[in-house]
């Protein structure tokens, strides 16, 4: 992995907009994968909670899934942020000609950190439910954390480069 990041890093301008298209491309159709689990692990608790049923190894399958993958697209979020030429123009504005830009702001400040709040969330859901034998508590952490870091994640999607 850190070699990939150097290889990143220390192209040409050239290759790195290459990459850089490569990367966000990845970003942008794994988040579809993402997105799609997240949801399936939330049902899937939801369900298994309100059927007060035992808490099975499918369960536990469906919620590693999601969130392997939610920890992979953050790992291809901090790549292409650390790549992105918007990280320059940024670097260029400061700070506060950054948080006056609503589009930089979003990318760059907004996106990452919330989307970091929200991995941090499904991560904490994923590790609680471990600590307890009881399907129903584990069920009940998984819905919860899974869902809200959902609902956060779907919060700071730019909407309007993501489906153009």
């Known amino acids: 992995m850190y070699l990939v990041i150097f290889a990143l890093l220390t192209k040409t301008k050239t290759h790195t907009k290459e990459m850089e298209k490569g990367i966000l ?4 159709y794994w988040a579809f994968a993402v997105l799609v689990l997240l ?3 939330s049902l899937n608790a939801f369900l298994g909670l309100s059927a007060k049923r035992a808490f099975l190894p499918k369960d536990r399958q469906i919620a590693l899934l999601a969130l392997i993958f939610t920890h992979l697209q953050f790992v ?14 940024a670097k260029a504005l400061g700070m506060g000609g950054l948080m006056k830009n609503a589009e930089l702001r979003k990318l760059l400040v907004e996106h990452p ?7 941090v969330l499904i991560t904490i859901g994923w590790s609680t439910h471990k600590r307890t034998d009881d399907s129903t508590k584990k ?5 919860i954390f899974y869902a809200i870091g959902l609902i956060l994640l779907l919060s700071r999607i730019p909407w309007n480069q993501w489906l153009s």
Not at 25 to 28: F, I, K, Y
């Open 139 to 143: 069920f009940k952490k998984i819905a």
């Open 25 to 28: 491309d990845l970003h942008s």
């Open 39 to 41: 949801l399936l692990a």
């Open 113 to 119: 950190l919330i989307n970091l709040i929200a991995i």
């Open 76 to 89: 291809f979020g901090l790549v292409l942020l650390f790549t992105s030429a918007k990280l320059e123009a």
